[in-house]
DNA sequence: TTGACATGAAACCTTTTGGTGTTATAATGA
DNA sequence: TCATTATAACACCAAAAGGTTTCATGTCAA
């Protein structure tokens, strides 16, 4: 899919697959074909996501005989986490705000 | 981009310029032009993104005159952060982590 | 009514995505 | 040693992403 450092871990979370592979990885480390088999693409296909989730950082794999484990390595979602924390007031204070709005109304009636 | 629903909020935040019409309506609404003013890009291009947007319900355009204004529904982010939810014990609980690897290697030297 | 402004809509272009298939190489186990 | 297993490394592909340009349409303000 890519060769140098491109995909950040916004990108990286944005392909159903590769949530499900970070899910899968949150249990346990599992090799490329214990990955593979867990969906209905092709292993090749598996790879190609695993490497967008390294680029991110987000998994690490690790050469173990003829296998290749990965493992999963979720700090680089705090990125994400930070990013959502600016928007939480949002949905969060849904109450002041109507406290607030109902306040205002209150005050042109008067 | 595309024509009918298509893309969840996943992959509306995946692209730095959405994020950044996210940030820039969170604070007031705006239309399209006053939108394209704050990007090198043209409108046509920030219309798609307003679309893609559109699409996971996270912002709303609204015609006024001659012009489309558009505001935030952030709502739908409560999506990524409920995901991300899983996968904080992985970060938070690196104390706890780290408590329980030193206990085991005590146990390994007993 | 005439421009200037704001948007809508279509056609087109290039790069990236998400897949496939094939071939080659390395470790395993009987 | 030999067949099997697990990956790596390519080449190839259709469709989607992210842009652009061009042209048409609706609206506001004189």
Redesign the interface.
Known sequence: MTAVKKHDV??A????TR?EI??LL?DQRLAISEITSHFSITRTAVVKHLTILSEAKLVSGEKVGREKIYY?H??P??E??D??S???R??DNKLSMLKYLVENEEEDKA
């Not at 979370?13 to 159903?16: E, M, Q, V, Y």
């Open positions: 916004f990108q979370i944005a392909d159903p949530r970070l899910y949150s999963l979720a700090e979602l705090t994400i986490k990013w959502l600016y928007f939480e949002f949905w």
